[in-house]
């Protein structure tokens, strides 16, 4: 299997995926790795899962040439050695940051990290 130039995590949402096609756009090979089974699928079916203008015609453009790569597998992190973490953090009532979810993320991925890894 071919290796990828970056990893994005949260690679389908909101942040991640107009990174993921403007990176892909300009020559990177990309991997989307997200949670979400079911907005893999609709970008896979070239849909953007949310109102972002241009994006569609540009994830059109971007399916056919291979330089984007969906998964919700770890695993795809060990076939690079550039990892973007886009997730969202809850905040609380008093709107302190919660990095649980930031840990939980961190513990499930960190086995797929190659050694030097820059996350």
């Known amino acids: 299997m071919q290796g990828l130039d970056l990893v994005i995590v949260g690679g389908c949402g ?7 096609l403007s990176l892909a756009d300009a020559g990177y090979r990309v991997g989307i790795n997200d949670v979400d089974q079911e907005k893999i699928e609709l970008v896979r079916a ?14 059109a453009r971007l399916l056919p040439t291979g330089r984007l790569e969906l998964s919700r597998d770890p695993a795809m992190l060990e076939r690079t050695q ?20 930031f840990d939980n993320v961190l513990d499930q991925l960190t086995p797929h990290l190659q050694h030097g890894s820059l996350v």
């Open 14 to 20: 909101h942040v991640g995926l107009p990174l993921a």
């Open 82 to 101: 550039t990892v973007i973490l886009v997730i969202g953090t809850p905040i609380d009532e008093f709107m302190n940051p919660s990095v649980r979810i």
């Open 46 to 59: 070239g849909i953007v899962p949310f109102r972002e203008t241009g994006a569609e015609a540009l994830l």
